[in-house]
């Protein structure tokens, strides 16, 4: 397990149709609004993580956590308005997450990373674990093994067992637990929800982390 990196797409949305407050009498209500509760802002993330890892004397080396990458781009503001000028760049949700969309996050962004962060004394063959979705790439597809296969590593693309979200560590429990984090973080656009999630992930234990694969570790001895 630790020389596998789990990665899943999720969306995460700018605020939930239902949610809880606790006020004192007299306190003012929180004022929420949105176009329609039907169509609230989301972005999708794809997030990458992997086993920690620890010292024989139990200090952590590396904490497991690759990176979480929204599909966002930039886009001109066409129109002025009170929050800014027309021709502002604003941060705008992809909301079509085609296979090119897809396949350009794994080459561009988490192997990079995974080269960046992974350990000098863990083994350089490494595993990428994803589901079978269609818009993912395969292991043999050339533009991924030209770059999996540089700077000394050797990375493989496996696919998880079909209909087994519990046998992927994001779908086990990470993703709730840092979207639990990110809703207490109140954002009103696209980059503060970006924002957001990014330190949910950032801020995770890496201790609660290795407890996600022990309990992914249980479910694979028993099968």
């Known amino acids: 397990m630790s020389q ?4 899943d797409e999720k969306w995460f ?9 606790y006020v004192v009498d007299g306190e003012e209500l929180p004022y929420r609004s949105c176009k329609s509760k039907r169509y609230i802002t989301k972005v999708m993330f794809m997030c990458a993580v992997s086993r920690p890892v620890y010292g024989l004397e139990g200090e952590l080396l590396f904490n497991g956590k690759i990176g979480i990458f929204p599909f ?6 066409q129109r002025s308005s009170k929050n800014r000028a027309a021709g502002t760049l604003e941060t705008k949700s992809i909301d079509s997450i085609t296979k090119q969309v897809t396949k350009a996050c794994p080459i561009e962004k988490i192997i990079p990373a995974i080269k960046e ?5 863990s083994d350089k063959r490494i595993f990428i674990q994803q589901d079978n979705a269609k818009p993912h790439i395969t292991n043999n597809d050339p533009d991924f093994r030209k770059v999996a296969t540089e700077d000394g590593f050797d990375i493989q693309l496996v696919f998880q067992p079909p209909n087994s979200p519990d046998l992927n560590t994001n779908d086990l429990g990470f993703f709730r637990a840092i979207q639990s984090l990110q809703s207490q973080i109140s954002a009103s656009n696209v980059e503060q929800l970006v924002a957001a999630v990014v330190t949910a992930f950032t801020e ?6 290795n407890k996600n694969f022990l309990t992914l570790q249980t479910l694979w001895s028993k099968l």
């Open 4 to 7: 596998t990196v789990h990665i």
């Open 13 to 21: 949305y700018l605020t939930r149709t239902n949610q809880r407050y």
């Open 72 to 77: 966002t781009c930039e886009q001109a503001a």
């Open 117 to 121: 962060k992974w350990p000098s004394t």
């Open 204 to 209: 995770y234990s890496p201790m609660k982390l």
